[in-house]
């Protein structure tokens, strides 16, 4: 949902948002962030027009692992999928931290703190879990 002015069209939790009779719009750092979480809330592979986008919750959230093992292959998935974003130069820190939103499904809070291809330091949060 990006052009090249790095405009985009704003979401609030998957819905359009509409303002002055038109779709409101996002720019600079504030539509990278909400890309960005698109990304990593979009299935890999759910994407028909790009089966590379998104992350791979199948590879986390089904391999036999414990939560440690479960937070390291999210940690690495989380870099494939933000690392396919030309708008990422580097990906700096990524911290997993356990939501304790449900016992039964496992849920976290992801920070991760990347520098964009502009060099501006920024830090997308998000959460991420098993489905319920």
């Given at each position: 949902m990006t052009t090249p002015n790095n405009t985009g069209i704003r979401l609030d939790e998957g819905?359009?948002?509409?303002?002055?009779?038109?779709l409101a719009t996002l720019t600079g750092l504030p539509n990278l962030a909400q890309d960005l979480r698109l990304r990593l809330l979009t299935p890999l592979g759910d994407d028909r027009y790009d089966t590379r986008y998104g992350l791979d919750y199948a590879a986390?959230?089904?391999t036999p692992a414990n939560a440690h093992e479960?937070?390291?292959?999210?940690?690495?998935?989380?870099v494939r999928t933000l690392g396919g974003d030309s708008r990422v130069q580097e990906i700096r820190d990524i911290q997993v931290t356990d939501?304790?939103?449900d016992p039964h499904h496992r849920v976290w809070q992801v920070l991760v703190s990347i520098i964009t291809s502009g060099g501006v330091p920024a830090v997308l949060t998000t959460t991420v879990g098993a489905p319920a």
């Open positions: 819905d359009l948002v509409l303002e002055n009779r038109g986390v959230f089904t479960m937070r390291d292959l999210l940690r690495l998935n989380i939501a304790h939103t």
